[in-house]
């Protein structure tokens, strides 16, 4: 489905702004932009995450068609060197067996033979040596078909993958260019009414944040009577904290892992957990389905906390309801308060 036709059935036409005649129409009028806006940045974080995990998948394919590749040839070159000790051990044979030999009475033969049956005879020879059976040499040819057959299904199915990258990419862009337009028709009084609007809804997250963090904390006790056996807080927590507060304020973009240049929410707890000496997949889904599961109740500084549904963005818990991430398009690295409402996971790198 091309992008255009992707958003406007997501959000409809996304129209500029319409005069307003009075101040609360201005107000509707702005919290209608925001609700797009959100919207579209939402739909933004998902294709994304779709693209940084189609890259993955495409690297992970280019590994394994390197490797298929090898073990052809490894195949291949193994199956030349049995042809080669057959055709030696029966050289060999012929050479000492003088005139008795199976070989030199066949040779001597006055109706002669193809070559195809001196091949065949040869390897008769040098099986009754003991070099190799045709069992040995079956298996190896057999094998080779089937590694032949493995590197054709992932040549192919890369191809694939590589177009699915380009259609995601593509979707993404779109929508950037559609957020741009949208952004850049809010004028006039609109302006100020967008951004208190946003002020207002920052400040309605982070009260509802507090209120759900204390409601969290008061069951702990009970949660950690339930759970004994989660894993322990990684002492390498604090670095990776500390690697990604040094990333405040780089501007955020899709499928970048760039400190000092810009990051995507996944792209910024991967390098902040690699400082730490901790690797993890490249996009949030994965990162979500490899680790351990934590209760919220029980989320600890330097777990990871995940959002969207299918899961979209990924943030590192500082603690008191507070995560560093790299929110949306056209946002920086921050500290936001956590909307436990919206979380679907906790899990526990290290």
Not at 321 to 343: C, E, F, L, N
Request: charged content about 25%; some cysteine.
């Amino acid at each position: 489905m091309a992008a255009a036709t992707v958003l406007t059935t997501v959000l409809g036409p996304v129209t500029g702004p319409a005069r307003a005649d009075s101040i609360d129409e201005k107000r509707r009028q702005a919290a209608a932009i925001a609700d797009q806006l959100d919207a579209l940045a939402e739909r933004m974080n998902g294709l994304g995450e779709d693209y940084s995990e189609a890259l993955a998948e495409q690297g992970e394919l280019t590994n394994e068609i390197e490797r298929a590749t090898a073990d052809v040839g490894a195949a291949e070159a193994q199956i030349a060197q049995m042809r080669g000790t057959l055709y030696l051990s029966a050289v060999t044979q012929f050479m000492n067996g003088g005139r008795g030999s199976t070989l030199g009475t066949l040779l001597a033969s006055t109706g002669g033979l193809q070559d195809t049956l001196q091949r065949q005879q040869f390897t008769s020879i040098a099986l009754n040596q003991g070099a190799l059976t045709t069992d040995s040499l079956d298996a190896v040819a057999t094998e080779l078909t089937k590694k032949r057959q493995v590197l054709e299904r992932k040549k192919k199915k890369a191809e694939s993958v590589a177009e699915y990258v380009l259609v995601r990419q593509g979707a993404t862009e779109e929508m950037m260019r559609q957020y741009e337009e949208l952004q850049a028709s809010v004028t006039g009084d609109l302006v100020d009414l967008l951004r208190e609007e946003r002020q207002r809804r920052e400040e309605a997250d982070r009260a509802r944040s507090e209120r759900e963090t204390q409601a969290l904390q008061g069951r702990y006790s009970g949660t950690q009577a339930r759970y004994r056996n989660l894993p322990r807080v990684s002492a390498r927590s604090q670095i990776a904290i500390n690697a990604a507060l040094k990333q405040l304020g780089v501007k955020y973009r899709y499928a970048m892992s760039k400190p000092g240049v810009a990051f995507d929410c996944s792209g910024l707890t991967t390098y902040a957990w690699a400082k730490a000496g901790v690797g993890l997949p490249r996009n949030s889904r994965a990162q979500y389905n490899a680790l351990p599961k934590i209760p919220k109740s029980m989320a600890m500084p330097g777990d990871l906390i995940f959002t969207g549904s299918p899961i979209h963005h990924v943030g590192i818990y500082l603690g008191g309801g507070t995560m560093v991430h790299a929110p949306q398009y056209g946002d920086v690295v921050k500290v936001s308060p956590i909307r436990w409402w919206k979380v679907v996971g906790v899990v526990r790198p290290g």
